[in-house]
């Protein structure tokens, strides 16, 4: 390849990088339940409980799975992890952990690109809440502000793990990797 082209892609490349690290952070709400959320100053009941709602679904799809109650508790926790609604290809039990706050959009900002999403809470990082993706979201619960990668809705993980927790190197049953809790 030409120097030049090389050049003009590294440049492209860098680019890229630059705008996607300027993005705006984002307003956000977190909350532990829907009672919470619409005490706060300018979120009404019906949004605070459809949001939550959303996040429950969410949970299911992109909450961390083990196929240990042992392996889940080791992240997340003694009796933090609770039975998944699906199954491994062999038929056995798959656990997750227990769904401990929501993120959404700050209705105070009017109109919010923030994905309705559930948060969780490690056993080595509790005092802050984690998105299914492990990104960290906040300590506290209200609006705040996060960057725009953590607003984004996390990927779809099908990863079950075997042994070793998470943030091990153990087998998983796809080559999806993740670490909770730092």
């Known amino acids: 390849m030409k120097r030049s082209k090389s050049l003009k892609i590294a440049l492209m490349g860098a680019s890229v990088l630059a705008l996607s690290a300027c993005e705006e952070p984002q307003d956000v709400a977190i909350f532990e339940n829907a009672d919470q959320c619409s005490q706060q100053d300018g979120f009404d009941r019906a949004s605070c409980e459809e ?5 429950k679904e969410e ?5 961390p799975k ?9 992240d997340f926790g003694s009796t933090q992890c609770e039975i998944a609604p699906v199954q ?7 656990f997750m952990p227990l769904m401990m706050g929501y993120m959404m959009g700050n209705m105070l900002s009017g109109g919010s690109r923030v994905a309705t999403q559930p948060l969780y809470r490690s056993a080595d990082d509790p ?33 079950t793990v075997r042994r070793g927790g998470f943030g091990a190197s153990a087998p998983r049953t796809t080559s999806s990797r993740r670490s909770f809790g730092g």
Do not use: W
């Not at 949001?51 to 996040?55: F, H, R």
């Not at 949970?59 to 909450?63: K, N, Q």
């Not at 491994?88 to 798959?94: I, K, N």
């Open 51 to 55: 949001n939550m709602q959303l996040a």
């Open 59 to 63: 949970h299911i799809r992109v909450s």
């Open 66 to 74: 083990y196929t240990s109650v042992e392996d889940c508790e080791a």
């Open 88 to 94: 491994t290809s062999s038929g056995g039990s798959v």
């Open 127 to 159: 005092k802050n809440f984690r998105t299914g993706d492990n990104q960290k979201v906040a300590g506290k619960t209200g609006v705040s502000k996060v960057p725009a990668n953590v607003a984004k809705a996390p990927t779809t993980k099908t990863s």
